[in-house]
């Protein structure tokens, strides 16, 4: 399979998911607007062969005004297997490598499914506004994970 068909798969299945949660696709990333913040999922191709990794991020307005910021101008950002627990992350990982794994068998819709629904989303609506942000932060959760230096100063100065 191509690269260019791969991706549009793996889109395919996203918006499977992500669209009755409200994201829409722009570009080649699905966007949420949660109010203080933008919730972004982004399919990133490897360079070593034909698999996807899925990148998470939140941006918040208060710290700037793009509606639909690439994943690495989130003010936190998070790969899905950071998100998923453990005996999750093999398998979403094997899941995105069209090298080596049909991304259609049920079986593996199923374990993509969970991934989003069961533990990113409701991840990054744990951490969407500023007060659950600065909570996260203090119990921890986002240790381990990119944080800007403009977030964890205002976080710092509430």
């Given at each position: 399979?191509?690269?260019?068909?791969?991706?549009?798969?793996?889109?395919?299945?996203?918006g499977?998911?992500?669209?009755?949660?409200g994201f829409?696709?722009?570009?080649?990333a699905?966007?949420?607007d949660?109010?203080e913040?933008?919730?972004?999922?982004s399919?990133?191709?490897?360079?070593?062969g034909?698999?996807?990794y899925?990148n998470?991020?939140?941006y918040?307005f208060?710290l700037?005004?793009?509606?639909?910021?690439?994943?690495r101008?989130?003010?936190?950002q998070?790969?899905?297997?950071n998100?998923?627990p453990?005996n999750?992350?093999?398998?979403?990982s094997?899941?995105?490598?069209?090298?080596?794994i049909d991304?259609?068998?049920a079986?593996?819709?199923?374990?993509i499914r969970?991934a989003?629904?069961?533990?990113?989303?409701?991840?990054m609506?744990s951490?969407?506004?500023?007060n659950?942000?600065?909570i996260?932060?203090?119990?921890?959760?986002?240790?381990?994970?990119?944080v800007?230096?403009?977030?964890r100063?205002?976080?710092?100065?509430?």
């Open positions: 399979m191509t690269g260019h068909n791969s991706i549009k798969m793996v889109h395919s299945l996203l499977k998911f992500l669209k009755p949660l829409l696709k722009k570009g080649g699905w966007y949420l949660s109010g913040s933008v919730l972004v999922f399919p990133q191709k490897s360079n070593y034909n698999k996807y899925l998470l991020g939140v918040f208060v700037g005004e793009l509606t639909c910021p690439s994943v101008l989130c003010h936190i998070a790969r899905i297997e998100i998923v453990e999750l992350k093999l398998s979403v094997d899941i995105l490598d069209f090298d080596h991304m259609f068998d079986k593996n819709i199923k374990i969970s989003l629904i069961d533990y990113a989303y409701p991840f609506n951490i969407n506004t500023l659950k942000a600065k996260a932060e203090k119990e921890g959760v986002l240790s381990g994970l990119p800007s230096r403009e977030l100063e205002l976080l710092d100065s509430q």
